[in-house]
């Protein structure tokens, strides 16, 4: 079974940084995209950053500049690095990734089960 298990989140004050970590674990024969979304209560959950398995990433225009995906292909692990934490970075933030797993010919959505950021002085 393929798991997404992140971790990193926590309490961290305006203009300091924290980083992410998302591990697929399973029988997992490739990983194509992966990526981080964030939530806040009574709003869609939004894509912070892209990166796919050749290294290109894309990001929101409201991290743009502050937050750096990375990926360990052979660790099947993504990262974000947040630097310059706003408070409006507040959030769930939840990773996910196209995995093609041993049991099927095609690559399945996963998710993560999230991971609280606040950024409060």
């Known amino acids: 079974q393929v798991q997404l298990v992140e971790s990193g989140g926590g309490l961290v004050q305006p203009g300091g940084s924290l980083r992410l970590s998302c591990a697929a674990s399973?029988?997992?024969?490739?990983?194509?995209?992966m990526g981080w979304y964030r939530q806040v209560p009574g709003k869609e959950r939004e894509l912070v950053a892209g990166?796919?398995?050749?290294?290109?990433?894309n990001y929101a225009d409201s991290v743009s500049g502050r937050f750096t995906v990375s990926r360990d292909n052979a660790e099947n692990t993504v990262y974000l690095q947040m630097n310059r934490l706003k408070p409006e970075d507040t959030a769930v933030y939840y990773c996910?990734?196209?995995?093609?797993?041993?049991?099927?010919?095609?690559?399945?959505?996963?998710w993560g089960q999230g991971t609280q950021v606040t950024v409060s002085s």
């Open positions: 990166i796919t398995s050749g290294g290109s990433s």
């Open positions: 996910n990734a196209a995995i093609q797993p041993y049991t099927s010919n095609s690559f399945n959505l996963y």
């Open positions: 399973g029988r997992i024969i490739s990983i194509a995209s």
